[in-house]
């Protein structure tokens, strides 16, 4: 039996399948899947899933990532479930409309009824109806640094979270398992914390003023010379918020007459950038890059549409982590694509910047890539160090080009220093700038703890997506009913977590979504896994029919599967 063309990576290289008959879903490759990069050759399905690099490959290490299939029965009983509160909702709303029960959502003046409408009521539906269910699960204010542990602000509704009052108590030493602390330098004590506070001292708070007239300091030309030579790349530009770094910075890099090809679960940042553009926008298969290479090839054969003029330009939109996924980007076999039809690459590391990598420089150092393949390499500052805004990267070309025509470096007020100085203090940590170690020695503790989180939680069978090295793990809970009683148990054993469901992620992809830190300890984890597993048993939420047996005095690469029956 030979590979098919659909699951054979771009450059021909072939991927062996696990044994447990999981079906080709989304990225174009098994829903589990452990890319071994070997030279082209025959398969057969009842191969185990193996590790190994070899030569002539465009990966330097194992390429492991696994989604699961949605067991049947859950999905089904998933779609049931969202239908009966359908059918609730609008009962609640004849009920609303006729007076019988009370609506605390904005809604049009009776006197203006006849008005063009300011609020959509249809739009409206499922934060009447399903959201404010569940809401108690989220913007939950804490009083903390959200470090590994955190307090959190309790409080209560009496009116079914249409509204909620504060009793006055904190709940403390709450597990933190929500926060983009990746190397847990959101901390109020330590050297960053410090520095900042000496700069607030000498520099203030606010700058008020935009880099271009009297907001430019020295702290900032030296944050983004130090950004630079963190990146390995010629130049770099600093913006105060990493949001804007997108969907600010896009609409001066194209425009009409451009193509934008976009990973379809790309950031709304990304996605609205590429919408104010004015460039014609397609988007692929998620991480698939046989249906992003079709693409390419199409745009380069038919050109612009109805004129077939070729394209000004062609732009790559991806992201290093996939924060909802857990997945990374195949950015070997994106570089070699867009080398080979001669696109651009537009890389937002957002997530990765930090926490991949073995020197924590990205999704780039993490495939030991050349820095100089991508061309407009972003990131923020929010999440590994601990600080606020996001950057754009490449050559000195690129960066004088966005000084002038960026409107988020035009008109945007500058960075506050001690936020500055923040990012300064944690980047050359990373780099060991600092004369200690501490850095690196972050970097290499959360690669641990994820490898040890993931591999826990297959072990107890929940359902977890993404690659095996992505610090934010999605743990499967499908059902709706299941996604505010899975955050408000977790609470009460005192472990925070973030809950996720529609329109955030498809309909039947409700999730828990972990993020892993460098802060976290062994015990910390173990704690939270404990839990987990309790709470799991308690809602039925290990779906998955593939639970990877703990390993016992085996290799840790020896990945074997138990085929559990329904």
Known sequence: MTESPANKPANGQVCHHAKN???SERNGLLKSLHCCHLQPKHWHPEEEVQAASCKGSLYSRPFDE??????????????????????????????RHWKIEKCYIAREREEQRDFVPLYQDFENFYTRNLYMRIRDSWNRPICSVPGAKMDLVDRVSHDYNWTFDYTGRVVTDVINLGSYNYLGFAENTGPCAESAAEVTMKYGVGVASTRQEMGNLDRHEEMEKLVAKFLGVESAMAFGMGF????????????????????????????????????????????????????????????????????????????????????????PEVIALKKRYRAYLYLDEAHSIGALGPRGRGVVDHFGLDPCDVDVMMGTFTKSFGAAGGYIAGRKELI??????????????????????????????????????????????????????????????????????????????????????????????NIGVVVVGFPATPIIESRARFCISAAHTKAMLNTALSVISEVGDLLQLKYSRHRIQPSLGRPSNDNVFEDIDD
């Open 21 to 23: 008959g999981l079906k």
């Open 66 to 95: 696994s989604f699961e299939e949605t067991p049947m029965l859950v999905a089904v009983l998933t779609y049931m479930g969202y239908g009966i509160l359908t059918v609730f909702g609008y009962l609640r709303d004849f009920l």
């Open 244 to 331: 804007a770094t997108n969907s600010m910075n896009i609409p001066a890099l194209t425009g009409k007459g451009c193509l934008i090809l976009s990973d379809e679960l790309n950031h709304a940042s990304l996605v609205l950038g590429a919408r104010l553009s004015g460039s014609i926008i397609r988007v692929f298969k998620h991480n698939n890059m046989q249906n992003l290479e079709k693409l390419l090839r199409e745009a380069i054969v038919q050109g612009q549409p109805r004129t077939h003029r070729p394209w000004k330009k062609i732009l790559i939109l991806v992201e290093g982590i996939y924060s909802m996924e857990g997945s990374i980007v195949r950015l």
């Open 400 to 493: 004088e080009y966005l000084r002038l025509h960026s409107h988020s470096a035009v008109y945007a007020t500058s960075m506050s220093p001690p936020v500055v100085e923040q990012i300064i203090t944690s980047m050359k940590c990373i780099m060991a700038e600092d004369g200690t170690k501490i850095g690196l020695e972050r970097v290499q503790q959360l690669a641990e703890n994820t490898v040890y989180f993931r591999k826990r939680l297959r072990e107890m069978g929940f359902i977890i997506y993404g690659n095996n090295d992505s610090p934010v793990v999605p743990v499967m809970l499908y059902m709706p009913a299941k996604i505010g009683a899975f955050g408000r148990e977790m609470l009460k054993r």
